[in-house]
């Protein structure tokens, strides 16, 4: 059983940069070199001068890192560690829906494989995708595969959005009801609340504040409360306690299995046995790679696709 201190060094012995997402385990947020959301950390992937990368996240979160890096060696120390939702939108799917409403941009959320991204015009992050599809001037949209994000993108600008398909939603959010926040917020009565955008409709109208994992940091700090109630996966917890911050899940039910998959043995383990290497078809890749730039150039992300 390897501890925080010994991960570091293997890292270092390796010249790897160990990447990872909120919702890790806290000893993996603690081992990291960066802790953050799914666009964070794959603009830390193309920042960091490691020639080796360790993503600590599920499976589409280290493929995204791999099409944006090619020159760099990308872990992913678990292939058991995928997100189901990102399963729930396939390539059959998207072609049905390209072919009922022909000219539609098609923009896909960052939780979807490589496959899928190879055939949208857009891919963006629950952090951006509200800025994103504000610039289309084309409606319908299409958006996949969270129909609670979709119903979030339209809610906030106003325009037809599609999900694609219309059953896609995150299981873990699911879990967390209305009931939940009414009951928490009679536990906790100074507490603000914070919710992912992939919750219902229902707990995103009792939150004080709607925003990716990332975003939730941020508004944590800016809402001045010091306690909050936090409504998505768990892991999240360790992230606003290390602020100082007090900080009660919506319900402890919200936990999201694939993220727990990854350990500090299995990191060191991807890394002694060269196993995890990430690699996707370079056709697929360079698609995809095309509607991520495009996405990035359209928010203004600045990166190596820049114009100076
Ligand atoms: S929390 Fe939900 S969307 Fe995120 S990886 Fe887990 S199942 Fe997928």
Redo the contacts with the bound molecule.
């Keep these: 059983m390897y501890n925080v201190q010994e991960l570091r060094r293997v890292l270092k012995s390796r010249g790897a940069c160990l990447l990872a997402h909120n919702?890790q385990r806290p000893e993996v947020q603690d081992a990291a070199d960066f802790v953050g959301d799914s666009l964070e950390l794959s603009l830390k992937a193309l920042e960091s001068d490691a020639r080796i990368v360790v993503f600590a996240g599920?499976d589409f979160m280290a493929e995204q890192a791999a099409i944006l890096n090619p020159d760099k060696t990308v872990i992913h120390p678990e292939p058991l560690s995928v997100?189901?939702?990102?399963a729930m939108l396939t390539v059959d799917i998207v072609r049905e829906y390209k072919e009922k409403y022909p000219g539609s941009p098609f923009v896909v959320y960052v939780?979807s494989s490589a496959s899928v991204k190879a055939l949208a015009d857009y891919v963006v992050t629950s952090a951006n995708a509200v800025k994103l599809v504000s610039q289309l001037d084309a409606e319908p949209v299409l958006f996949g595969p969270d129909r609670h994000l979709a119903e979030y993108v339209a809610e906030k600008t106003c325009k037809e959005v599609v999900p694609v398909p219309d059953f896609g939603h995150?299981?873990?959010?699911a879990v967390i009801l209305r009931g939940d926040l009414v009951e928490a917020k009679k536990k906790y009565p100074d507490a603000k609340v914070l919710a992912h955008p992939?919750c219902s409709s229902e707990v995103r109208k009792l939150a004080d504040f709607v925003g990716s994992t990332s975003q939730m940091i941020k508004a944590a700090v800016e809402l001045g409360s010091n306690e909050y109630v936090i409504a998505t996966?768990i892991g999240m917890l360790h992230r606003l306690g290390k602020l100082g911050l007090r900080a009660y899940p919506a319900s402890s039910y919200a936990v999201?299995v694939?993220?727990k998959m990854i350990t500090l043995d299995s990191v060191v383990e991807s890394l002694s046995s060269g196993k995890g290497v990430v690699k996707v078809d370079p056709k697929i890749a360079a698609k995809a790679k095309e509607a991520i730039v495009r996405s990035f150039e359209l928010l203004g992300v600045e990166g190596p696709w820049s114009k100076s």
Excluded: S
């Design positions: 919702y599920v997100c189901p939702m990102a939780n995150c299981p873990v959010h992939e996966e999201c694939n993220m």
